[in-house]
């Protein structure tokens, strides 16, 4: 019931001051929940107009892994500047801007922080709804800047640098997580034993250009969790035989390269027989990855030719969209605001998270 006293009235306008509808228009999509910072302008009708990535990997390398505290503060430096450039390049003035997503979580805390308060107070000061995108879902979406769409329902592989999810995907926005990694996520575990073979960081892609060189045939590692039932995942183990088998025979440039391969082959081929499961139990025929780890060349051939074989449909979005970017969260708020979603004016962060936590759209 409306409160009619001088107090209500002036509560009712201020409650509806916080909301802005969305009316078109393009949305700012800002990335901040790691050592990225990503940019990016989505319209509805013309698709990705601009996006921008810039890394951090140099600024992080001399500590061999991601540091909070400078990553926060180097977000801090670049998202104002990176957002001014891109409206630039774009030849749009702010004014074209009908909304603003930005990554809420999962994530580091401070490096979200940072999107959500540029994000949000600029969308307070254009007067237009702001919402905080998970970021799973922004990976989980990027296939949806592809041409070639995929169509629902579809079983989700997510692999990144802080994840490792099967998903079942009936409809946007409502997901179930069928199995998830019990330890290390498979893009920490690339990082992880690219370390251990004096690779730098990022490991992932350093490991993956080794294994180019590296002999399949030499090492044989375990498939870890894929004797018995179930959709979990565990790659700590896979570690620990990098270690001991670099121990065992030395380190040389052609051992490191066979090792390398071997573990490669071993998580592919992991993930490999957990999608396949994860298709028989849904019944679905669609597949799509995405991630930091979606960028991995094997992996992609192999869940491609399974998918060839098994007359599953398989997608992934361009390798620039499974790491991290603006794009996938410009268009994963795009696709909430549309639906009327948008969050309250106030910053927050959300580092812990789950995609099922998430309302339907
Ligand atoms: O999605 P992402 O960019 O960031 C997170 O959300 O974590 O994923 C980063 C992870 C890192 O662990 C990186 O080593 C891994 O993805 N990665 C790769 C490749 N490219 C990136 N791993 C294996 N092969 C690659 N080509
Ligand atoms: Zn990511």
């Not at 700012?28 to 790691?34: A, D, H, K, M, Y």
């Not at 998202?79 to 390049?89: K, M, N, S, V, Y």
């Not at 540029?118 to 989980?140: C, D, F, K, N």
Request: hydrophobic fraction near 40%; include cysteine; charge should be neutral.
């Amino acid at each position: 019931m409306n409160d009619h006293s001088e107090q209500g009235i002036l509560n009712q306008s201020m409650e509806k001051a916080k909301y802005y509808p969305y009316t078109g228009g393009v949305v700012l999509g800002i990335e901040t929940s790691c050592d990225e910072t990503g940019i990016a302008l989505y319209h509805g009708q013309r698709g990705l107009l601009a996006h921008t990535v810039y890394s951090q990997t140099e600024l992080h390398s001399r500590y061999g892994g991601v540091v909070p505290e400078l990553a926060s503060r180097d977000h801090v430096r670049k998202t104002l500047p990176l957002i001014h450039a891109l409206l630039d390049e774009a030849g749009l003035p702010a004014s074209a801007i009908g909304g603003v997503a930005y990554t809420v979580g999962p994530g580091l805390v401070g490096a979200l922080l940072v999107g959500a308060a540029v994000g949000r107070s600029l969308a307070w000061a254009w007067q237009v709804p702001a919402i905080g995108v998970h970021h799973m879902e922004g990976h989980l979406l990027a296939p949806m800047l592809e041409d070639n769409p995929p169509r629902l329902p579809f079983v989700a592989l997510l692999v990144s640098g802080g994840h490792t999810l099967l998903v079942q995907v009936a409809e946007i926005g409502h997901y179930r997580i069928l199995g998830e990694s019990v330890d290390d996520a498979v893009g920490e575990a690339f990082d992880k034993a690219a370390k251990l073979l004096g690779l730098g960081y990022p490991g992932g892609p350093a490991l993956a250009r080794l294994a180019e060189q590296g002999d399949p045939q030499r090492f044989h590692f375990p498939r870890p969790m894929t004797d018995r039932p179930g959709l979990d995942f565990s790659f700590s183990g896979l570690k620990t035989h990098t270690l001991n088998t670099r121990q065992a025979i030395g380190a040389s440039p052609q051992n490191d390269a066979d090792i390398a391969r071997a573990f490669e082959e071993a998580v592919v081929d992991t993930l490999l027989i957990k999608c396949r499961r994860a298709l028989r139990h849904t019944g679905y025929r669609g597949l799509i990855i995405s991630g930091g780890v979606g960028a991995n060349r094997r992996l992609r051939a192999r869940l491609s030719a399974m998918g060839a074989a098994e007359a599953i449909d398989v997608y992934y979005p361009r390798p620039v969209w499974c790491t991290d970017n603006g794009a996938m969260i410009a268009y994963a708020g795009y696709r909430r605001l549309l639906a009327g979603q948008q969050d309250e004016p106030i910053i927050q962060a959300r580092p812990r998270w789950s995609l099922e936590e998430l309302p339907a759209i």
